[in-house]
């Protein structure tokens, strides 16, 4: 069973009236709608539309059970809770966290549901798959109601450093809600290490490596169940949770399957072509998010057409921004900075037969994506924190030419396995103008050696590999069998 805050589906509406459910494009959909699919199974989330009772559905062979959320709810919980305080403070305080009480109240509240409908749903001994930061609580809940269940929690995002974590209010109750779980996974080693010293600093509880020792009647007095019982080194009594890295991934296959397809290779070539045909198209794909660095890349091509390094006849950016959380005020204002931005740019280095940014805020299909993705000469991926970053794999999961140069913020997850892409540091403009310049004139050579060890690493560590990892930590952890060893063959932390 997965548990995430999202139903895997969108409502559409048919010009006559008729309202149907169509699987929806995101990461996560992108990453479990395979594994779902091949495993027989059951997903508990919301449909994304308020105030409406829907009765359990299938859809591609998923069977669905819908968990109502109120227009409120959506507010407090979703918007309010989840968007504008879990997120920026997980993501470094880019922008500040709000702490509002009633926010937290509704966070509480809509987990117990998601809990009470996981534990109704699932047969005995399920494990059950608790997705990212909008259901923390879920966990500790699940275990309550149905102490049989093997419950397994991924993070998407990243887990902040202890000197951040520490201004959440209720930053003891989430520790609690996520050590519930039986297996925690995150995105990067340094995610579950931040997690491991907030449990120190908060429980006071033992940490060996990725191996967590939560004393038994503290934190699991109703739990029936001796799985992974074991003694501390204090000769307490203490179950064992696993909190390490899984970094996500893509269907890689998928996209090389798409970019090989004739009629998307030639869509290709009429986005070049309808760009004036460049010399270098560079490309970002982001939600219209702060997190994403949209800023400080748009700030870096300014500068190199300011500064004469490149002209409006030989480089063009192509820039989707898709709409995201738009009724979040501080969504709001990034949408109105960005745009001012790119029309100053335009403004000031467009002639009339081209476009310094092709400013693109709409969602597209993915074989739309593909192609752009095909069309780029360099990618740019300027996250100022990501959990890991999809799009950075999918561009190079769609190479199959073995072209293309991608520039990957070290703040991204994805920096961690795709160390031969240009590496930079958002933040510093200069930097990120040398790497732009680099890409713009790499020999294709130096292309090709780069792009052929970036898509041999995400073709084998795809996302088929990472739910099966997780899962089998997961299955390992209901025989009382954890692993220390990572299943992907990262190193354990250091003792
Ligand atoms: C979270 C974490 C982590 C975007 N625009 C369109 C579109 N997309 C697709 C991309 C990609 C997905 O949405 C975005 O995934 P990301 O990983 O880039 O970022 P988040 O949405 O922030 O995802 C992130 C992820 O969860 C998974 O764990 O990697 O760090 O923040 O697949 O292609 N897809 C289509 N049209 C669009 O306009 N079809």
């Known amino acids: 069973m997965i548990v995430s805050n999202r139903l895997p589906v969108d409502r559409a509406v048919s010009d006559d009236g008729e309202a149907s459910w169509r699987p929806s494009p995101g990461g996560l959909v992108a990453a479990l709608e395979p594994v779902m699919r091949t495993q027989d199974g059951v997903w508990v989330g919301w449909a994304g539309v308020a105030d409406e009772h829907l009765e359990p559905f299938e859809i591609d062979g998923i069977d669905l059970i819908p968990v109502p959320l ?26 500040p966290p709000k702490f509002r009480r009633e926010w937290w109240d509704a966070y509480v509240a809509v987990n117990q549901r998601f809990a009470d409908e996981a534990a109704r749903a699932s047969a005995h001994g399920a494990a059950v798959w608790v997705h990212d930061y909008q259901l923390q609580l879920v966990p500790k809940m699940l275990r309550e ?42 995105q990067r080693l340094a995610d579950a290490g931040n997690f491991a010293r907030a449990v120190r600093r908060l429980k006071g509880y033992d940490t060996r490596g990725p191996i ?34 899984f970094p996500i991934s893509i269907d890689a296959h998928m996209y090389e399957e798409m970019a090989s397809r004739p009629e998307i290779q030639e869509r290709a070539r009429q986005i ?106 360099v990618m740019l991926v300027t996250a100022l924190r990501d959990g890991m970053n999809l799009v950075a794999k999918e561009y190079v999961a769609s190479r199959v030419d073995d072209d293309g140069v991608l520039i990957l913020s070290e703040f991204a997850g994805a920096s961690d396995e795709l160390r031969q892409a240009l590496l930079i540091n958002p933040h510093d403009i200069e930097g990120l103008k040398d790497a732009m310049l680099r890409a713009i004139s790499m020999p294709k050579r130096e292309r090709s050696r780069r ?28 025989h009382g069998d954890h692993p220390l060893q990572h299943p992907l063959g990262h190193e354990s932390r250091e003792r």
Request: charged share 25%.
């Open 70 to 95: 109120s227009e409120q709810e959506v507010e407090n919980y979703y918007e309010g809770f989840s968007n504008d305080t879990l997120w920026p403070l997980y993501h470094d305080v880019i922008a």
């Open 212 to 245: 967590i020792e939560v004393p038994i009647g503290v934190d699991d007095p109703t739990s029936g169940s001796h799985r992974h019982v074991t003694r501390s080194r204090q000769g307490g009594l203490v179950r064992t949770v696993l909190a390490m890295q």
């Open 272 to 377: 070049r072509q309808d760009l004036g045909n460049p010399k270098t198209i560079m490309l970002g794909v982001d939600r219209l998010d702060y997190t994403k660095g949209i800023g400080h890349r748009l700030e870096a091509f300014g500068e190199l057409l300011a500064d004469g390094s490149i002209s409006v006849d030989d480089v063009t950016l192509v820039q989707v921004a898709s709409p995201s959380r738009e009724r979040v005020e501080t969504y709001r204002q990034l949408r109105d900075e960005i745009e001012l931005t790119v029309g100053r740019i335009n403004g000031d280095y467009s002639s009339i037969s081209h476009t310094a940014i092709s400013y693109l805020h709409h969602g597209y299909p993915r074989e739309e994506m593909v192609a752009l993705y095909l069309a780029a000469d």
């Open 145 to 186: 109601a149905r102490p049989d269940l093997v419950i397994g929690f991924f993070n998407h995002i990243p887990f902040p450093p202890y000197g951040i974590y520490s201004q959440l209010p209720w930053r003891r109750q989430i520790i609690e809600g996520l050590l519930g779980a039986d297996v925690i996974g995150f």
């Open 451 to 478: 792009m052929r060890a970036l898509r041999k690493r995400v073709l084998t560590n795809d996302v088929a590999r990472w739910s099966a990892a997780f899962l089998d930590a997961l299955t390992r952890s209901a």
